[in-house]
């Protein structure tokens, strides 16, 4: 009996011990399956274009104007050449915090054999609506 009476207390005691899941982050049906909760992007096109980083889909690239300039860490890197390899393989995990109208994104990014890390992803939009730079990199 006691120690089915310690057992139980354990059981409690772990189910107590759980950490919340960030608020960017749905639980779907499937418990294995996550799917982001991108309204908290404000700026709409960022919005689009993160559901398309998001899905690898291509349709990324339609977002940006035709030659985008693009930054890693503070250095520049070919933006067709770095989503190449990226799209398909890498996404956000969370999404934190958004600042500067929707058009910064702070969260949790799976960089593919790269790990987790914390990013950033600074979208600089033109007149037209389009992105002309993209600046990404690890956040402090």
């Not at 291509?58 to 520049?76: A, S, V």
Request: overall charge neutral; hydrophobic content about 35%.
């Amino acid at each position: 009996m006691k120690a089915l009476f310690v057992f139980s207390m354990c059981l409690s005691l772990t189910g107590c011990a759980q950490q919340q899941k960030p608020e960017s982050i749905i639980k779907q049906q499937n418990p294995k399956t996550y799917m982001m909760n991108l309204s908290i992007i404000t700026n709409p096109e960022v919005r689009k274009a993160i559901e398309a980083l998001q899905s690898g889909d291509q349709n990324w690239y339609q977002y940006f104007t035709d030659n985008p300039k693009m930054t890693d860490d503070g250095h520049d890197v070919d933006f067709k050449s770095f989503f190449g390899k990226a799209l398909g393989n890498e996404k956000f995990l969370s999404i934190d915090r958004v600042e500067d109208d929707g058009k910064t994104l702070y969260g949790n990014f799976k960089a593919g054999q790269w790990g987790t890390f914390r990013v950033f992803f600074k979208f600089h939009q033109n007149a037209a609506g389009k992105f002309e730079r993209l600046d990404i990199g690890q956040a402090n």
